[in-house]
T-cell receptor
Framework: EAGVTQSPTHLIKTRGQQATLRCSPI?????VYWYQQALGLGLQFLLW???????NRGNFPPRFSGRQFPNYSSELNVNALELEDSALYLCASSLTANEKLFFGSGTQLSVL | DAKTTQPPSMDCAEGRAANLPCNHS???????VYWYRQIHSQGPQYIIH???NNETNEMASLIITEDRKSSTLILPHATLRDTAVYYCIVSRVKVTFGTGTKLQVIP
């Protein structure tokens, strides 16, 4: 069974550009979570989607947005990129909202 | 969601038991305690979880105090591959990770 897959693995952008990160959850999982992990820091909660709806978001500005598609895959969009957006972005999925999380390997976003 | 407190770092000799503590004094009655670990910059890996009873699986044991305000993750025979950051989280719905405990297993 395939795990959580994220693409691309690495992404290089310049300030002011937009970035789109993608996540495919484990088959059957309806909840998708996004986290940001800046170098040397813990995982900061970004967004939680379940059954196609945004259920909760962390303390991030509105330029961080996303969506969940009917097949439960998800997309994270970051607009007007800033240097401090450089981080590892991790996606996780769970069978339901209260179940354990399975993480992907992440997308390393570098903003120059 | 309940907040957790963990020591920032710990050392453990290879082959010995590693005992990682976590305080979650504001935990609610229906909130589970979950433990994950992150090796290098890979995605975190689920280890174990529990509600009120002690739990054991092939990776670790979880001891939860009777008042549920703290817990301990036990790696019975630590190996070098157990060197990682260990996260203790408590959540019913929204999952937020802190900075965890960096466990260094020493040869």
């Amino acid at each position: 069974e395939a795990g959580v897959t994220q693409s691309p693995t690495h992404l290089i952008k310049t300030r002011g550009q937009q970035a789109t990160l993608r996540c495919s959850p484990i088959s059957g999982h309806t909840s998708v979570y996004w986290y940001q992990q800046a170098l040397g820091l813990g995982l900061q909660f970004l967004l939680w989607y379940d059954e196609g709806e945004e259920r909760n978001r962390g303390n991030f500005p509105p330029r961080f947005s996303g969506r969940q598609f009917p097949n439960y895959s998800s997309e994270l969009n970051v607009n007007a990129l800033e240097l401090e957006d450089s981080a590892l972005y991790l996606c996780a999925s769970s069978l339901t909202a209260n179940e354990k999380l399975f993480f992907g390997s992440g997308t390393q976003l570098s903003v120059l | 969601d309940a907040k957790t407190t963990q020591p920032p770092s710990m050392d453990c000799a290879e082959g010995r038991a590693a005992n990682l503590p976590c305080n979650h004094s504001t935990i609610s009655g229906n909130e589970y305690v979950y433990w994950y670990r992150q090796i290098h910059s890979q995605g975190p890996q689920y280890i174990i979880h529990g509600l009120k009873n002690n739990e054991t699986n092939e990776m670790a044991s979880l001891i939860i105090t009777e008042d549920r305000k703290s817990s301990t993750l036990i790696l019975p025979h630590a190996t070098l591959r157990d060197t990682a950051v260990y996260y203790c989280i408590v959540s019913r719905v929204k999952v937020t990770f802190g900075t965890g405990t960096k466990l260094q297993v020493i040869p």
